[in-house]
C-alpha cells in the first residue's frame, strides 16, 4: 500500500476500536507505535491529565521513550509537559544538554540516543487532556505532511478519550439516580412504618428518621431501613 493509504488504514483502526468498552491505553499505545511506523519519528509518548490536572505517563513506543518520559514528568520539564501546560504545539527543537528550554530533560534524551523533539497537546476546544510526544534520532524537522498526519491521530484520540469519559460520566449519573430513586422507595416505605408503629403522622415520621440519621451521623436510607427491618426503635 502506497503511505497515503497506509494513513487511512491508521486512522479507521482506530475508530474501529472505539466500542463501548474499548480500552484507553491500548488506544493511545496504537497511537504512539503508528506514529513510529508511518511517520518520521523514532519514538513517541502519550500523557494524560488526571481529573486534578497533574500529568501521568500513558503509553510510550518503547521502553526507551517511556524511561525518558517518566524522567520528564520527574524534572517537570519537557515538550510534552509544554504542550499540555500551554495548549499549543511545541514546535521542531534540537536538544542540546544542559542548555535550551529544558537542559535536565534535553540531556536525558541525547543519552538515549534522540536528536529533537516535538510535542502536540491532546486538546479540544478549551480543554487539554494531554499531550503527544515525538521524538527522532536526527536533527531534520519533520515534514509538514507527517505533523499533519500526527495531528489527526491525536485529534481522533482526544475526542475518543472525551467521548469514553462522557459515556462513564453518563452511566455513574444514571448508577446516582437509580439509587437516589431506590433509596426514596425505601425512606417512604419506612415513614409508613415508623408512623403505624409510633401513631404519628408521615411528616413526623419522615422527620424522625432524618434527626436520628443526622444526630448518629449515619446514612438516611440505612436509618430507613433498620426502620423496615425492626432494628431501630420507632421512639428513638
Known sequence: MTREADVVQALVEMADTLVDDYDVVDLLTGLADRCVSLLDVSAAGVMLASPEASLGLVASSSEAMRLLELFELQTQEGPCLDAFRTGQS?????????????????????????????????????ATLGALNLLRVTRTPMDEADIIVARAFADLATLSIIQHRTAAESQRLNEQLSAALTSRVVIEQAKGVIAERADVDLAEAFSRLRSHARNHNRRLTDVARAAIDGTLDPQA
Do not use: C
Request: charged share 15%; net charge neutral.
Open 90 to 126: 511545541v514546535e521542531h527543537e534540537n536538544l542540546q544538554a544542559g542548555s535550551g528550554r529544558w537542559p535536565s530533560f534535553s540531556a536525558a534524551a541525547l543519552q538515549a540516543g534522540f536528536a529533537s523533539a516535538l510535542a502536540l497537546p491532546l486538546r479540544l476546544r478549551e
